[in-house]
């Protein structure tokens, strides 16, 4: 699992990003702007930054600068300019990589990823929360020693929330992230595979916390 900063000023957009690489295994750190972004890599080590040219107070091609002379990370750039004197200037400010919207996500994250193993930082194999232990290559997961069987979908659901512990979803977030943003159901689909997920899961399913009116989140149990 790498830690990756998205600097992004359009919220969708940003959204999106963090959505994919959380999905990849990733812990995602956000920015509206670049001076956001440069305090934040003052006080956390970052693997690999996403990076928006054009933002407002400070353009991308300054925060790579800036951001290249406090790190080695990768960089990958994103801009909807595709000129070749555009793609230069952003290498020679220090980017790894560069994406012209718009784009794959998809595509985004297969970058991401291979840019992370170049660096020497492969994303996590295996993630264990408590009793919890849960194998992206294989989509395999155990509770307390046991395999648990799940459906594609419930898998995708507690991925996402084992890959952001702590962190409050709302039932609308959750339907969008695993169900896709074109799903024609409603929020007691979340519902449905919670209870599912907690009943399969036995003990280990008190991990999976509702917060009423607010949605779900993860928390580590003994």
Known sequence: MANILIVE?????????AEYMQKGGHTCFTADDGIDALAILKNSPMDLIILD?????????SVCRSAREMSDSPIIL??????????LKGYDCGADDYMTKPFSPR????????????????????????????QPASQKVWA???????????????????????????????LNHVWGYDFEGTTRTV??????????LGDAG??????????????VTP
């Open 78 to 87: 994103l801009t909807a300019k595709s000129t070749e004197d555009d793609k």
């Open 191 to 200: 519902d449905t595979h919670i209870k599912t997920l907690r009943h399969k």
């Open 107 to 134: 595509i985004l994250l297969a970058k991401a990823d291979a840019l992370l193993r170049r660096s020497g930082c492969a994303p996590l194999k295996t993630v264990n929360a408590g009793s919890i232990t849960l």
């Open 53 to 61: 040219i054009m933002m407002p107070h400070l353009d991308g091609f």
């Open 9 to 17: 000023d359009e919220k969708a957009m940003q959204d999106i990003i």
């Open 206 to 219: 008190r991990s999976i916390v509702t917060l009423i009116r607010s949605g779900y989140k993860f928390e």
């Open 144 to 174: 307390n020693g046991r395999e648990i069987s799940l459906t594609f979908k419930e898998y995708e659901l507690l991925s996402y929330l084992m890959s952001n512990p702590g962190q409050v979803f709302g039932r609308e977030q959750l």
